[in-house]
């Protein structure tokens, strides 16, 4: 059974979600990796966000570690992953994360730890990644720091596209200038099984999934 929990901003969310973990799975502390790649480029700017969110996953009473996966190999993310009980991957650039993820051939040791049970939690681009592919993002990111992707698949945890920060005044008027624009077309332009797009209003799925918008 999958268990996922997707937010626009774990800050604001982790309460909630580690309530839900406790309810659902068990009462102890939960050891939570931390990975904060999709980050890097942004490390001259203010990352008081960041912080934010993981003193907020902390003061909810996960047992926080930072990590990153970049320079990593696919033994070490397989042997590090395996030591915590909930998989987080935090905000920043999408592209960034992505071309991280294809140079340590990683997506498909996420995906398969998730698919066996591990607990992964998003913020903003960590929840985007966990999509099937992560195009629509092309407004919001700069796609060029992150030159020579493979293709723009995510890890496809979830079968549709997380759109986070739908409800923000300036990201938000950007979501519905792209689905006006052509959003609409995921089945033909994004996936060749198709999936729906999801703008931070809840959905049920049968395996254990939550949005925190």
């Known amino acids: 059974m999958k268990r996922i929990f997707l937010a626009s901003s774990v800050g604001v969310t982790a309460k909630a979600i580690a309530d839900e973990i406790q309810k659902e799975f068990s009462a102890d502390k939960k050891r939570l990796l931390f990975i904060t790649t999709a980050s890097e480029l942004k490390k001259q700017q203010d990352l008081g966000w960041q912080n934010d969110d993981r003193k907020s996953l902390t003061n909810a009473g996960f047992e926080v570690t930072d990590w990153t996966i970049a320079g990593k190999s696919g033994d070490e993310i397989q042997q590090i992953i395996e030591t915590f009980d909930v998989i987080h991957f935090n905000g920043g650039n999408v592209f960034y994360l992505l071309k991280q993820l294809q140079l340590t051939n990683s997506i498909d040791i996420f995906r398969k730890a998730v698919e066996s049970g591990k607990i992964y939690t998003g913020s903003s681009a960590g929840s985007m ?39 923000s005044s300036f990201q938000g008027k950007i979501f519905k200038r792209q689905a006006v624009g052509g959003l609409r077309r995921t089945r033909q332009d994004y ?6 797009i999801c703008f931070g209003q809840r959905r049920s799925l049968q395996d254990s999934f939550r949005l925190a918008f």
């Open 191 to 196: 996936s060749p099984a198709g999936f729906s």
């Open 129 to 167: 990644i966990a999509s099937p592919n992560i195009l629509p993002a092309k407004t919001l990111d700069k796609i060029e720091d992150a030159k020579k992707l493979k293709d723009f698949s995510g890890m496809a945890i979830v079968d549709f596209l997380v759109m986070p920060h739908w409800g």
